[in-house]
């Protein structure tokens, strides 16, 4: 109780925030009775009651019941449907596929709300700056629709699967009105207790700390508590393997009809799998997703690689355009792959797919200072775990690490060897295929960058910064964001190697939720392996990077995890096991 005397009696203050929280975008389960205009008539006025710029009212409602339009307007829908599951990955692909995304036929009455943004003629109070608040208010009254719906016990399902232009034809609107919302509306027979989103593992909510900032965009708090710090909350929430989960998926795994042991690492993984999210079976590993973190480094001017530095903003945009090895390899492995910019040294133009989040243009010339200041280290870092964050809130239920970085391998090497304290020759490889003397040059620049930076291991930012890429910080945050949330990270090669040495010194049980995808022929990165005691899945000789290698081994993972649950038992199968 606030004891504020402008506020409504306690009973209507719990009534509102009830009407808040049991909101529901329906779907399913709609009845036929028809909707009676008395309701119909208080649910509108409600909606019209809603704030609107200048008081402008953009808003009209098209009351929608002619089965022949609505068919149309259903051919449409049905359409986008078909373009948009086209173009999910395999295991999204089959989870839409469950989902019903519309009621526009299975309701008694749809609504269109629309929105006229030239209402009020030129002196509109507060649209002369933002003509797009016009459809802001519009959107204010269809949520006062969608409350006062609850309320009376009406479902609401907003379908936006549109092309608007070809709904506003169809609906027959003059050419100034824009659709804001096709509302389909009717009586339930029950509100689903939580978004249905949620319920079929679509998406999750996030919690309210990751969205409130104090005072500036990313200083997290809620009000009156301390601000949240990031990192050390994150690190503070890595586990161990549950021990339970652990212990149940071993017995499992030699009650399953197949001889003990017999399918070696894939059994091991299975366990981890088990340990990591706490119950046994444990999820299978999808959706999955890829996450290539792209950056420069100012080293390449010390002539480590032939590849101009270019090419890191090109390959993005390959990348984006589906057309790199990791997108074929992760479409084949049913994954989706995301590009997040942490540090390219070149403007990208936005895109679907790119996450823009560079922290600056590149990384300086670890030979002659730094690479990056230590905040922007941890910067990086941040971007990493909430990468991780924001992928697991999507839904997704496997991370696969991937990288995009001319010279990069260069970085890898010294960080892989300040954390492991290997000589720079055994962990400096010829990336992507350098000769003789460029490898020699190589390792001299991880050497002399050594000698300059004096890096202490114990301090992972400062190593980061002295001699790491912002690819390999934003690496070691994902690693570290998916640990905490309890999903697995599968490794590709080198660089995510090098980056898990520095998750590791950030977090020493973030290893529990890693899993090694393969052995690349880089040299450091079975150094790095061994000292993080993985054992890669794979060994096929890549070299690529870009997550390929994670994605190829995405396949091993999901059968390490459908074997565990699929499998039947000695018992339930009614097979004799072994004499003793
Ligand atoms: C602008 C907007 C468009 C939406 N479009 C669709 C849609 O096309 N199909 C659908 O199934 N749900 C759609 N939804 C519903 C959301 O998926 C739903 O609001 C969300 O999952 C949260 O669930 P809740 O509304 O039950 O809390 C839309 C919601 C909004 C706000």
Known sequence: MSGEPNALPQADIDALYRVVAERRDVRNGFRPDPVDDATLTRVLAAAHQAPSVGLSQPWDFIVLRDREIRAQVHALARRQQDVFAAQLPGARARAFGQLKVEAILDTPVNIVVTCDATRGGRNVLGRHAQPQVAAYSTACAVQNLWLAARAEGLGVGWVSFFAERELAAVLGLPGHLEVVAYLCVGHVTEFPPAPELVLSGWAQRRPLAWAVHDGQWGRRGLPGQPPARLLADTVAAIRPLDAAAVAQARDRQEALTKPSGSLGQLEAVSVQLAGVAGECPPPLPEPAVVAVFAADHGVHAQGVTPWPQEVTAQ??????????????????????????????AADLPPGPGLLPRKIRAGTADMTAGPA??????????????????????????????????????????????????????????????????????????????LARHAADPADPLGVLAAVGGLEHAALAGFMLGGAALRVPVLLDGVIAGAAALAA??????????????????????????????????????????????????????????RVLRDVATFDSAGVSGEKE
């Open 315 to 344: 390959m993005v945009a390959n990348f984006l355009a589906s057309g790199a090895v990791v997108n074929a390899i992760a479409a084949q492995a049913g994954a989706e792959v995301c590009v997040v910019d942490v540090g390219v």
């Open 372 to 449: 990056m200041s230590r905040a922007e280290a941890e910067q990086a870092v941040e971007v990493g775990i909430e990468t991780a964050r924001d992928l697991v809130a999507a839904g997704n239920r496997c991370l696969l690490t991937g990288d995009m970085g001319i010279a990069n391998t260069t970085a890898s090497a010294a960080l892989i060897a300040v954390f492991t304290g290997a000589d720079p020759e055994q962990v400096t490889g010829r990336g992507t295929g350098i000769d003789d003397e460029t490898w020699q040059r190589k390792v001299g620049v991880v050497r002399r960058a």
């Open 504 to 561: 590791r010194a950030l977090a020493p049980d973030v290893t529990a939720c890693l899993i090694a995808g393969h052995l690349s022929t880089e040299p450091g990165a079975r150094r790095a392996l061994d000292a993080l005691r993985l054992r890669p899945l794979l060994d096929l000789e890549l070299r690529l990077g870009e997550g390929s290698g994670a994605a190829l081994a995405l396949p091993v993972v999901g059968a390490a995890a």
